[in-house]
Each structure stands twice: as structure tokens, then as C-alpha cells.
């Protein structure tokens, strides 16, 4: 069993050199951890002009701080989370910390190599001060004097942490939800102060749906007259039921349609049924008969337990008050997003109600328009925006791969794929040593990870339809976007990259027009590979057997195969010419070997079966 | 300006007939109904074995009932509707009834032609016997002693008043969403009691979802101290914060996420901040802010002024009980939907998150699964559910088509259009008389439209994915389903239809193979027109020019062809017998000339440039 360690601010760093091995050893045997409690007495201007002349913070710390002070990933928790992250606290303790699975060797938080740290909110009831703390000036609680907490209050009192630990870069600044929303803060505001950025769930403001949803639910706390203004006394007479409401509401937004059909559907109630056969007493026929009913009656009672109406209310208003475009951005979220310095990974779920992965987008769109190498993925769940709770077995396949140098750098040693890629290599004589690349369908990031090991391209990227693929290229460590291609493209600025390379999916594209078009405007060149339907023999099968060619570069069947758009050599001139591209450096596959541009060009259209063309 | 007729049940007929020339000639000039009070002292069973011993009806109605008294469209309101479904009362009324923009000439509902009913629904809270209404027996109003109210029960209640009308069959019941279940109620519990049934954004039971945000809703009046567990007085004392939070909660989910974004975004109040810049008064800080704020205040402010929390409970539990899969299909759906002997339409709208495009097509295939020949179509809007009363234009434009046989019989002076179609010919000439015939991907309808004049095929069915066509295809009349093809073979049974048609659609698909294979499951003979690419200019083409081949058939440019999967007639053959068809007739089109099988066979894969094949 761990105790709860009082400490003023100023000892927090000495106390954690001289206890973080013994707590550390604790962790790693029973899952054990100590939660700190931090008095500041220095003051904390707020973002509405006031100032909390003392405060507290609750944090916990899994694994231990390095030296150099640069091993530390700060995770920041969600509307209604804490700070105790992982873990127990006594070995007892029915439940472990709310992403417990998430922290431990090889997992997202890896605490063998790196200390995880997260602090409870500022405005919040589970330690820190928030609107039920003691005003130091007056000996009673705040409850509705305290001044409106902003995101930024609360990343500020995080720094004041960072201060306090004496770390000047956070190795990361993860968050899913509202914890998104300070990574997002974090990121624009301390444009130095990590290495990486973790958004999950989350976007660059809450939805207008959002904020009438919190509405609704601040409606139903204000007006229970046990709310009294904000001045109800805790423990007993708190206005339970419209908290309650609350609760019941939000929670309906947090999970999927499909995941409440698929998990309730229309149970009743054991003895319950739907139509009553006698006459009911007065008001029981409203009574929960649906599961999903005494379901959400349950999640509403079980949060009123640990929850305190007025720290809703504040940190509610908090939510719908975050607005980067607003706060930093003078109304363009580019402006905004153009102070971020750290490496940024974007996690969506695709269905996400509260966050749709069209939110999370509006933040990559910005940073690929600025030119940055963002990573981003759309991942596939059945929970809605609780999926970042739920679905940890996913953030821990890809999360490690974005935050942790050791698996990012190829390794030399990584050789043998390599070796087995010859037919990278017309592609790669046709990319220079200092190249910035974007790769349209890069899949699970060969190419680019061949350019990576070269070590010489200032810039990476690549952009990839499949989750599977995604998370294959994200473990190899490279920048890569989850997303329609000419979406993509139509956000990037132009002339963004020296290359951009196309390489067997033009054939396979909706409207590859549209695509090339694009890639002219965004990249000085363009790469382009594909299989050439004018090829002699895939001409005479056509004309002779009077069917559908198939070769090795053409091998599906004509009713099942993704070449949805073919063309010959020719056509694909005509095409570029008509985009207004100069056709430069071509190599051709001729039977089994690859030539750059033969001196003769004739004949090309039906010798080569396959193509790859510079266009500038 | 009209008064409310107070009349008993046995008068009702005879009132009309005196009255309705004149009260329609006040409708014809000035857009006025007279509502009409009826009281039935007949006992009322309901389902759940309570009997009222009577009960009051207000209704209205517009347009005449004609001598035969099949002129009648019943039309149903959903929740918080009421009787007064168009029209004014006064001059001077502000607002006109809910479903104004629908009736009149050449609308949804052509009071010209019909007589349009509508009845306030039992257990509601203007003007039909609820809980707020008096018990007889007691002389007190019901308040929660009223009997719980079923969807059946309404329906019920609205058969006695067509009793009262000796009214035998309604030319059409129509609903949106709760009046979408009692159309289907109706259209299962009283089949013959109509000939059309029109269901928009309605399903066959409300969503888990839709039962957890009514579950909140209820929960919110239940626990205003002013509930007093029903048993509040009317005028002044109601639990009016219960049900404004009720209200503001359902209004979210009647309007689309990206309608609210669009009216609202992010737009403040004027003079507020979501940053105020000194400390606030207790609580002021949790005032609305945000105009969507004030707006869903100003929805639940106006509601409790209109409606009566005790009916709201009873009516929300209504719609979470309804269930024709329970209560007429023992647990299966089609066994509720095979009662039903109208003709059917549904309408769904792709952003109604309430009752998703999903919900309504459950309906639809069940239908097309017993061999019904349903018409389905999903509109576009911006506005989520509430579409249904927003989008009347788009209801004005197709369901006269539906509901009227004069729009919907073929004129024989229609055949102008019909002379122009040359090229259905070869199609037509496998088509036989008396086949039953489903065409896939019919467009506007063209090949249906002759076959429906030829009036001897005993069933026709059209599906096509594009809204527009499908909207020309319901104006011809002719019953037509939105949707996916492969989608929508899935759920016909095993030959359903002597004939399947798919024209000119093959090469398009994304999965040629599987229709393929369901067309044979599901109709007795195929017929597949279809481009030949073996067509020997189009070979010549590729051979000697190298380039995509272009012809009258495949007219696109490769880059930007709907033709994706291209195939010749040997192609062809393989396939069908790789799926086991026999290939019977066979039309082919050489230069401009169609021809029946030529005797000689031989030389057909390039000679023709496009072929129709029946397949067995």
C-alpha cells in the first residue's frame, strides 16, 4: 500500500531523486504507485485575469526520471479522469488506474525507459484545486467564486510542475479528449517544451453539438435546487440528480450507436416488460424496463459518487470555451498551428461522434499546409469516442512506434528487407540524394524506408488509405498519413516537396486526372509508375484470344481487379501533356530487365510492360 | 376565423356532410380549418388490458370526402405534433400548422382532390384524451393514474374515428417518425384498411440510442421536485426545468451535427466572452454563452409552454415500446412486415441520426424479401430528422407520385417519349409479356416505363443508387428502390422475378462477379446489355494506335470512364459459365444494325460492338 506524500513544490524535485528507485521498485513488482500531492504557493495568473494565489496539483509519476531530465512523457486525462493513470494504490483497490493497460514495458508508456507523469486538471475534485478547495483567503470553499478555469489554466499549472521537476523538454505531451485539447495547448504555447505531441480523439475545439450537449447538461445541474446557486454544502446534499442527468447524457455521446444496440439492443429489465399488464401505480410505468436504461441510471448514481457537480460545471465551460483558431490563430487554424515545433501523431476513430475523424483532420490538414510531417491514422472501432479507453490494445501496436526514438531509427542491421527490393530501384534512380519525398500510396512505407536509411532526404511523408498498411508504415517509423490521397494533396502548398511518387496506383485511382493534377502543383517533380497497356503481348492477347490481357503487371481477372482505370504509354502522354508536364528522365521494364530511357525511343509503347516517368 | 366544433362520435358524419362544402370553401379562400372536438362515450380496450371508458378525439380536416369515401389520407403526427396539420384558425394566428407547406393543389396532399385527416394522437396533451384530461370516473384529471399508451392504442383510437367517419378503406396513411410507426402499425394491424402507406424517417422500432436519450429526458422531469410524481397542477407549478431539459436534449437530436455547425458554429452571444475578464458573480459564469445555448434555452423554454410533462413521459415511453418485430412478428421482422397489403413507400434522410437510412431500410427489405415491390428513396439534406418537416419541398416533389394513381397511371398519350426509345428494342425482345421483371440500375426508368404500358407483367421493380433518377423513375410511377444493387439482390429470395435486366451497368460495377452470381439466385432468366471491348476496331485501336480505344459504347477518356471493369463477349462467356448460366438468346449490334443470334456464330467477338445475352 502507497500513502498519499504531501510536498510543497519546492521539494518535489529532491523527493523523487531520493524515493523515485524505491517507488519505481514498488511499480515494477505489484503495480503500486505513490500519488503526490504539490502545494504551490506561488501565484497562478489565470487566463481571465485573475489569480489563484496558492494551488495544488495531484500527480503520480510511473517509472523514474532519467539524469538528463528528458525521458518524462506527460499524459493528460479527459473531462472526467485524474491523475491516477495506472496502478493501484493498495493492492486491494477493486479497480487499476483508468489506462492501466496502456503503461508498462512495451506498451505506450514504456516505464522502463521512460517516466510517465500525469497530473490531475486544475478545476477539478480529485486533488488538485478546483471550485470545492479551500480559498486560502477566506477558509471556505470556493464553490462558484472560483474563477473560470481554461485549458490553458490548466497547462499552465501543468508547467508549473515542469518547473517544479525541473525538466525543460517533456519527451511527449500525450492526451485523448479534453487531454488532447491540453496537448494541443501545450504544443501552441510551449512551442519548445517537447519533443512530441500525442492528440487522440480530439480536435482544435469542441463541436457546436458538443457544446449543446454540455448545455443541456448544465441546465439539468443548475437547475436542481440542491445546486443552490453553486453553494450547496458536499456530502449529501449536492445536487445529485441533475449531475446525474448530466452524466447519463454525455455518457450516451462518449459511446457508439452500434456499440449501444450491439451491447443492449432491446433487453429488458429480468421482470420487466413493456407493456404493463394491469394498471401501474402512479409514475412506476416510467421506471427503467430497458437495460440500457438501468444502465445509464447506474453510470449517472456511480458518478455522482465520485464527482462534484461544480467541477463539472467549470470544467464543462472550459471545454466549450477551447478554441485555438480563436486563441492563437487570429481566426485561421494555420496560424495557429504554424507554433508547433513538436512531432505530431493524430489518432481518430472512425466512429467517434463527439470527435469525428474530420475534427482530428482539420489539425493534420493544417499542419501538412504549413508543411510539416504530421502521422495520422483512422482507427477502426466499434466504441465510438470511448474507443481511446477501450481499445488500448491499439494505441499500444502503434503509440511506441511514434514515441520512442530506439524503434523509429531503421537500424542498420535492418539490411535483409532491403536487400529484397530490387524492383525499388528504377523507382529509387529516379529520386536525388537530397530529395523531400511525399509517397502517394506509400502502403507499409518500403520505399520510404529505404530513403530513410539514406539519411540524406530533409523530408518524408507518406500518405496511405489502409489501417493495416498505416500501422505497418508507422512502425517503421515514418511520417505517414492516413487518408484519401487527393484530399490530402489538395492540402499540401505548392511546390511543398521536390518529389512526389506515384507509384503503381494511378491505374487503380477514382479520378487520376485530379490526382496528377495535384501532384504537378505540390511537387517540382513527379515519379510515376505503372503497368502499360500497350505492351505488344497484352495488345495481341486482346486482339487474337479477343479477351482481357492478364501479365504480371496486369495479374486480376477483369471483374475483380482494382485496375479500374488502364491505359497505354501513349495515353499517358497525352495526358501529361495536356496537364502541362515536361516528360524527363523514363525507365521501361523490357521483359525481365529495367533501362533508363533507351536512346531510340521507339517501339517503347509496345516493348515495355511497365513504366516509371519523371514529370516536371 | 374558425371555432372548435364540439360533436359526438355518431354526429361526426353527418356534420361533414353538411358542413365540410363550406368549411372547404374557407379553406380555399383563406387557408382556414375548422377543428373539430368528437367525443366517443364507446369504451376504449388497450393493449395493456385497461379499458377507457371514453374518450375525445380533436382532429382536422382539409378538402372534401367524396360520396364513395375513399378519398381519405390519414396523416399522423409524431411526437410533439398535434391535429392541426395545416392552415390557421384565425387570420391572425402567427404560425400555420405544422405540416402547412404539404397541402393544397399540386402538394404532398392535394386537398383539391383528397380529404386530409389528421387526428391528435391519445395520451397527448392537445385536445385528445391524456393525462392531463379528466377521468370520468373520478371527475379529477388522470395525471399518472392515465393507463400507459401504446403506439397501437393511437391507432386504435384513430380506427374508431374512421368507424365514426364509416370510412372503409383510407386512400393512404402517412407518418414521420412516431406518425411513421403508426402508419406501420396501421399497415399491420388493419391491413386492408388502406391502399398506401407513406413512412418517412420512421423505422420499425427507436434505436437503443433513441431509448437511452429519452431514458435522460425522463429522468430530468422525473426528478424536478415539481413532478411530485405526476401529480402536479397544470398552470404554474409543472416541472418546467424537467421538461425544458427534456426538450433541449431530444431538439440535438432531431437536427444534423453539420446543420447546428452551419447555424451556429461557434457564434457568442452578443456581449458575451468565453473568456470573461474579471471574476464573476456566483454562477453567472455557467450562463449561456454560446448563441446555440440560447437557442436550445429558447426551444425549452417555448415548449413547456405547449406541452404537458406528464404526456411527454407517456408519449417518449410510447415510442421506446413500439416494436412490430415483438408484438406481430414473433422476433422476426418479415412475419410482421408479410400482414401488410398496401403499397408502400418509405423515405429516409442520409443525415437523420435519430432514425439513420438504416433503420428505414430494415422495413424495405423485409418487404422486397417477401417479393413485395416497395419504392425507397434516401434523400440529401443538411437537417437530420427534423428534414421531414424542413425539406418539404423534396416531399412535394415525390410523394404525389406515390399517393396519386392519376400521376401514377401511364397516360396513352405518353408514348411520344416512348417512340424515341429504339434502342430498348433488342432489350425488349427478351422481355416476355407476363414476366415479372427487375430492373438493375433502371435510371429514370425508360425500360420500366414501356413494360408498365404494356400493362401485362404482373411485377416491376427498379434500383438505382442516383437520387435525381430515382425521383424521375417514382414520377413515372413506377416502384423504384434507392440503393445499392448488391445490396438490395441480397435480400430478394430465391427466384423472385422471371427477370432480371441489368443494362449497361456491368462494366461499371466495383463487383461485376456477385451480381452476376445474384442475379441467378434471384430471377429465373438474366438479361445483361453490355459494351464488347473484343469489338475488333476497339482491338485494332489498342494495336495499332496504342492507345484506350474510344467508340460510340465506350465513349470516356480512360482517366474519367464509370466503365471500370472493361471485358469482351469471350470475357463474358467464361464468367457466366464459371457462375452457371446457360446463355439462351442472344442480341448483337453490328455497325448500326441490331441482330437475334446470327446462325453463324463465329466472329461475333469482334464484329460486335455491344450485345444483350439472356442468361438461364
Redesign the interface.
Known amino acids: 500500500m502507497t500513502t498519499l506524500q504531501h510536498l510543497h513544490s519546492s521539494e518535489l524535485a529532491a523527493w523523487l531523486e531520493t524515493h523515485q528507485a524505491e517507488a519505481f521498485d514498488l511499480w515494477q513488482k505489484e503495480r503500486l504507485v505513490t500519488p503526490l500531492h504539490v502545494t504551490f504557493d506561488t501565484p497562478l495568473a489565470l487566463?481571465?485575469?485573475?489569480v489563484l494565489p496558492s494551488f495544488e496539483i495531484r500527480l503520480e509519476l510511473y517509472g523514474q526520471i532519467n539524469p538528463q531530465r528528458d525521458n518524462v512523457i506527460l499524459v493528460c486525462h479527459a473531462l472526467t479522469g485524474d491523475a491516477h493513470l495506472a496502478g493501484k494504490h493498495h493492492v486491494d483497490d477493486k479497480k487499476s488506474g483508468w489506462w492501466d493497460d496502456l503503461v508498462g514495458e512495451g506498451k505506450a508508456f514504456n516505464s522502463q525507459t521512460h517516466a510517465i507523469l500525469c497530473t490531475h486538471v486544475l478545476g477539478g475534485c480529485n486533488g488538485s484545486t478546483g471550485p470545492e478547495s479551500t480559498n486560502p483567503q477566506t477558509q471556505d470553499a470556493y464553490?462558484?467564486?472560483f474563477?473560470?478555469i481554461?485549458i490553458a489554466d490548466m497547462v499552465n499549472a501543468q508547467h508549473a510542475v515542469m518547473q517544479a521537476l525541473e525538466i525543460s523538454q517533456w519527451h511527449a505531451v500525450v492526451g485523448g479528449s479534453m487531454g488532447g485539447f491540453q496537448a494541443l495547448e501545450w504544443g501552441i504555447r510551449y512551442p519548445n517544451a517537447m519533443k512530441k505531441l500525442v492528440i487522440i480523439a480530439s480536435g482544435a475545439?469542441y463541436?457546436?453539438?458538443g457544446?449543446?450537449?454540455n448545455?443541456?447538461g448544465?441546465?439539468?445541474i443548475?437547475?436542481?435546487?440542491q445546486w443552490k446557486?453553486?453553494?450547496y454544502q458536499t456530502h449529501g446534499t449536492e445536487p445529485r440528480?441533475?449531475l446525474?442527468?448530466a452524466r447519463?447524457?454525455a455518457h450516451?455521446t462518449y459511446v457508439s450507436?452500434d456499440s449501444?444496440?450491439q451491447?443492449?439492443?432491446?433487453s429488458l429489465i429480468e421482470g420487466q416488460s413493456?407493456?404493463?399488464?394491469?394498471?401501474?401505480e402512479?409514475?412506476t410505468?416510467?421506471q427503467?424496463?430497458?437495460q440500457?436504461?438501468s444502465y445509464?441510471?447506474y453510470q449517472?448514481q456511480q458518478f455522482v459518487n465520485r464527482f462534484d457537480a461544480n467541477s463539472y460545471?467549470y470544467l464543462s465551460?472550459a471545454l466549450?470555451?477551447f478554441?485555438v483558431v480563436?486563441s492563437w490563430g487570429k481566426g485561421d487554424l494555420k496560424t495557429a498551428m504554424a507554433r508547433i515545433k513538436a512531432d505530431c501523431f493524430f489518432v481518430a476513430y472512425d466512429t467517434d461522434?463527439l470527435f469525428?475523424p474530420k475534427e482530428t483532420h482539420r489539425l493534420v490538414d493544417a499542419l501538412i499546409a504549413l508543411n510539416q510531417s504530421p502521422s495520422a491514422v483512422t482507427l477502426s472501432t466499434p466504441w465510438g469516442h470511448d474507443a481511446f479507453l477501450i481499445d488500448t490494445t491499439e494505441l499500444n501496436a502503434i503509440v511506441p512506434a511514434f514515441l520512442y526514438e530506439a524503434t523509429r531509427e531503421l537500424s542498420k542491421k535492418h539490411n535483409t528487407p532491403l536487400l529484397n527490393r530490387d524492383d525499388l530501384a528504377p523507382l529509387l534512380s529516379l529520386v536525388e540524394a537530397h530529395d523531400s519525398v511525399l509517397d502517394l500510396g506509400c502502403g507499409k512505407g518500403d520505399l520510404l524506408e529505404i530513403l530513410k536509411a539514406q539519411g540524406t532526404h530533409p523530408r518524408l511523408l507518406g500518405v496511405e488509405q489502409k489501417e493495416a498498411s498505416v500501422k505497418d508504415a508507422l512502425n517503421k517509423g515514418l511520417p505517414v498519413l492516413q487518408g484519401d490521397m487527393l484530399h490530402t494533396l489538395k492540402q499540401l502548398p505548392d511546390a511543398s516537396f521536390d518529389v512526389a511518387v506515384l507509384h503503381l496506383a494511378l491505374q487503380s485511382l477514382q479520378?487520376?486526372?485530379r490526382v496528377l493534377q495535384e501532384m504537378k502543383r505540390v511537387a517540382t517533380r513527379s515519379v510515376i509508375g505503372f503497368p502499360n497497356?500497350?505492351f505488344l503481348p497484352i495488345?495481341?492477347q486482346?486482339?487474337l484470344?479477343?479477351?482481357?490481357p492478364n501479365s504480371s503487371a496486369l495479374p486480376y481477372m477483369?471483374?475483380?481487379?482494382p485496375n479500374?482505370?488502364?491505359?497505354?504509354?501513349?495515353?499517358f502522354t497525352?495526358?501529361s501533356e495536356e496537364l502541362g508536364f515536361q516528360q524527363a528522365r523514363r525507365v521501361y521494364r523490357f521483359g525481365e530487365t529495367w533501362q533508363a530511357r533507351p536512346r531510340r525511343a521507339w517501339g517503347v509503347?509496345?516493348r515495355a510492360s511497365y513504366a516509371i516517368y519523371e514529370l516536371v
Open positions: 487566463e481571465n485575469g485573475d464553490h462558484t467564486s474563477p473560470p481554461t475545439c463541436s457546436t453539438q457544446i449543446a450537449f448545455a443541456v448544465r441546465h439539468a443548475m437547475h436542481d435546487p446557486q453553486g453553494l440528480q441533475g446525474a442527468t447519463m447524457l450516451i450507436e449501444l444496440d451491447k443492449f439492443g432491446r413493456t407493456l404493463p399488464t394491469q394498471s401501474s402512479a409514475g410505468s416510467f427503467p424496463e430497458f440500457v436504461e445509464l441510471d449517472g460545471l465551460k466549450d470555451a478554441d480563436a461522434g469525428p479520378d487520376p486526372y497497356f500497350g495488345r495481341l486482346l486482339l484470344r479477343g479477351r482481357m477483369w471483374y475483380d481487379t479500374i482505370h488502364l491505359f497505354t504509354l501513349k495515353d497525352t495526358l509503347n509496345w
